[in-house]
């Protein structure tokens, strides 16, 4: 069994005391494959080291987060796109809107959103999509960028199944966590009138960790818990359900 985690910030501080460690254990328990989400140009070293110690299964995205986008933003932008030109990156993310921390900052984070989703047209790769209090920026961006090489996750989706059915008109899939599993989460409540052949797991650690570890440290072996979830809700294998999101993920990103 294959298990794909397409969303895991394994070079944060969070890990530097037991990075080797936490990885082992994924890849012990099937989890093989990470996706590893950019936050600014501060990180993209860690991010390097990282896929140079794991060749095999680490797989690296270039982009500027929402709540880093800030006055330099434009300067991060240029590195985002130094960047793109040097090298294969698997997506341009993590990137979007973020309005839940900061509102300040609207108006360049609109910007560096239509920017990079251009870097992702122009080097044919999928976008992903932070999205949090911005469901109706990040929609009205969609629909002013949307074409046929326009295509990616919504990362951490924890929205309505009205919101899923249009996000997924968009040729997103959605990135589903940790809050699958928690009792407020209501994601459970409809997800199962989805797809499966739309949904791929992520865990986004080292924050939202699963029930029954909320409010911890998360890890990508935490992994497990939202898969046992899944499993549960579309009333299918475990073994089904990271098959099916692990393709799916491989529809995505390429590999």
Excluded at 85 to 98: C, L, N
Aim: glycine share 6%; aromatic share 12%; proline share 3%.
């Amino acid at each position: 069994m294959i298990i794909t985690d397409t969303h895991t910030h394994l070079y944060n501080e969070a890990f530097d005391e037991d990075r080797d460690e936490v990885i082992q254990k994924a890849i012990s328990n099937g989890i093989t494959r990470f996706f590893i989400p950019a936050i600014d140009a501060g990180y993209t070293q860690s991010m390097l080291d990282l896929e140079k110690r794991y060749p095999e299964n680490m797989f690296l995205m270039m982009g500027l987060h929402p709540t880093h986008v800030k006055d330099g933003y434009k300067e991060e932008l240029k590195h985002v796109e130094h960047m793109l030109s040097q090298r294969h990156f698997y997506a341009v993310g993590e990137i979007g809107i973020d309005l839940y921390w900061d509102k300040t900052y609207i108006k360049e984070q609109r910007k560096a959103f239509k920017f990079q989703i251009s870097l992702a047209k122009k080097y044919s790769l999928p976008i992903v999509i932070h999205c949090r209090d911005s469901f109706d920026e990040i929609f009205e961006v969609l629909e002013e960028e949307k074409s046929e090489d326009l295509f990616g996750i919504f990362h951490c989706f924890t929205g309505t199944e009205e919101q899923a059915k249009r996000a997924l008109s968009y040729n997103m899939k959605l990135g589903i966590g940790g809050v699958v599993t928690f009792k407020n989460g209501k994601i459970d409540t409809f997800l199962n009138r989805i797809d499966l052949n739309h949904i791929v797991l992520e865990t986004d650690s080292p924050y939202l960790a699963p029930a029954p570890y909320r409010g911890k440290r998360n890890e990508s072996v935490y992994l497990l818990e939202v898969l046992k979830k899944l499993s549960q809700i579309y009333g299918l294998d475990e073994k089904v359900v990271a098959d099916i999101t692990t393709r799916n993920s491989k529809e995505v990103f390429g590999i």
